[in-house]
Structures are given as structure tokens and as C-alpha cells.
């Protein structure tokens, strides 16, 4: 995982010229937050497969982007919040079809399954608090502390003005402590 902003802005222009290990890196960078974000959005049941359409997307628009680690963290959550938006729209209007896992069985994952689940059940019960929280609160602070953008950022992702997402953000980590 990239440890700061100057490595992923690095890794971000890299990955424009058809790197993939540094597309790689900025996907293992940005992905968990991004995931936590959508979470909030559509739940756990659907949050991998929306975010998956958010990463097709933020792949296939990659060259178009321009700017430092922290607009393209808020470029990202901003295509994973209108994939997230499509999806509420696309759930209300046909039903939910149950999958079948068995196909699936037998085959091995390419990572510690074990040890990222350990890792990720604090980061669960967090987000499962935050998703508690009203809309506007629960997207400022995911928006804020779990992706890390700032006031600016944050306020161009979901429409508002600054001033607002710090204001919901604030209340929403108030209503947390």
C-alpha cells in the first residue's frame, strides 16, 4: 500500500502510461476506503459489486483524470457514488435474484482470506456504526476520515459546499463519540 500522498500521485501518473503494478498500487491503496464508502451507501451485500463497476469505470477513464493523490481519491469516490446511486435506482426498480455459491468451492483465494477478514472486523463494526448515522453525516465522515479527502474534496464529491460537509461531518463523529 502506498504510505503517502507524493508516492500515490507518482503511482497515479504511472498507471496512466499503462503501468500495471502501479495501477496495482493504486488500487490496493484506494480500494478499502472506497469499499467503506460504498458500504455506507448499499450495504454490505452489494458494496463489493458496486465498487468492482466503480473500479471498471475509474480503469477505463484513467487517462481523463487529472490532478494529486487527493483529487483522484475524490475523483474515485465520486464515480463509486454515482455507481452506488445507479444501483439503489436499478434495486428499487427490479427484484433481488439469489446467486449459487457452489461454483465457486474449491477454488483458492490469491491472498491471506484468514488474516484480512482478522484485519477487517474492526474496520467492519466501524463502518456498520457510521452507516447507522443519516445519509449526509454518514458520507461526510466516510468521505473525510476513511478516505482522508479534505473539506474541499469531499464538498465537490457530493454536491455541497464545504462548509456543510464539515458541519455533517462534525455532528456525525459527534453522534459516534
Given at each position: 500500500?502506498l504510505?503517502?500522498?507524493a508516492?500515490?500521485?507518482?503511482?497515479v501518473?504511472?498507471a496512466?502510461?499503462?503501468?500495471?503494478l502501479?495501477?496495482r498500487?493504486?488500487y490496493?491503496?484506494?480500494?478499502?476506503r472506497l469499499?467503506g464508502y460504498v458500504r455506507?451507501?448499499?450495504?454490505?451485500g452489494?458494496a463489493e459489486d458496486v465498487?468492482?463497476e466503480?473500479?471498471l469505470?475509474i480503469?477505463?477513464?484513467?487517462?481523463?483524470?487529472t490532478?494529486?493523490a487527493?483529487?483522484f481519491?475524490?475523483?474515485a469516490a465520486?464515480?463509486a457514488?454515482?455507481r452506488?446511486?445507479?444501483?439503489?435506482?436499478m434495486?428499487?426498480?427490479?427484484?433481488?435474484?439469489?446467486g449459487d455459491?457452489t461454483?465457486l468451492?474449491?477454488?483458492?483465494a490469491e491472498?491471506?482470506?484468514?488474516g484480512e477478514?482478522?484485519e477487517?472486523l474492526?474496520?467492519?463494526?466501524?463502518m456498520?456504526?457510521?452507516?447507522?448515522?443519516?445519509?449526509d453525516?454518514a458520507?461526510?465522515v466516510?468521505l473525510?476520515?476513511v478516505?482522508?479527502l479534505?473539506?474541499?474534496?469531499?464538498a465537490e464529491?457530493?454536491g455541497?459546499r464545504?462548509?456543510?460537509?464539515?458541519t455533517?461531518a462534525?455532528?456525525?463523529?459527534?453522534?459516534?463519540?
Amino acid at each position: 500500500m502506498l504510505g503517502d500522498d507524493a508516492e500515490l500521485t507518482t503511482a497515479v501518473l504511472a498507471a496512466q502510461d499503462g503501468d500495471e503494478l502501479a495501477f496495482r498500487s493504486v488500487y490496493r491503496s484506494v480500494h478499502p476506503r472506497l469499499l467503506g464508502y460504498v458500504r455506507t451507501l448499499v450495504g454490505d451485500g452489494d458494496a463489493e459489486d458496486v465498487t468492482s463497476e466503480a473500479w471498471l469505470q475509474i480503469a477505463r477513464d484513467l487517462d481523463s483524470f487529472t490532478g494529486d493523490a487527493d483529487r483522484f481519491r475524490g475523483w474515485a469516490a465520486r464515480i463509486a457514488r454515482n455507481r452506488a446511486l445507479d444501483h439503489i435506482r436499478m434495486r428499487g426498480r427490479r427484484p433481488a435474484v439469489g446467486g449459487d455459491e457452489t461454483e465457486l468451492t474449491g477454488h483458492a483465494a490469491e491472498s491471506d482470506t484468514a488474516g484480512e477478514a482478522m484485519e477487517s472486523l474492526s474496520t467492519c463494526r466501524t463502518m456498520e456504526l457510521i452507516a447507522q448515522l443519516p445519509q449526509d453525516q454518514a458520507e461526510a465522515v466516510v468521505l473525510r476520515v476513511v478516505v482522508g479527502l479534505d473539506a474541499k474534496s469531499a464538498a465537490e464529491t457530493l454536491g455541497k459546499r464545504p462548509g456543510a460537509v464539515r458541519t455533517a461531518a462534525h455532528r456525525g463523529l459527534k453522534k459516534l463519540a
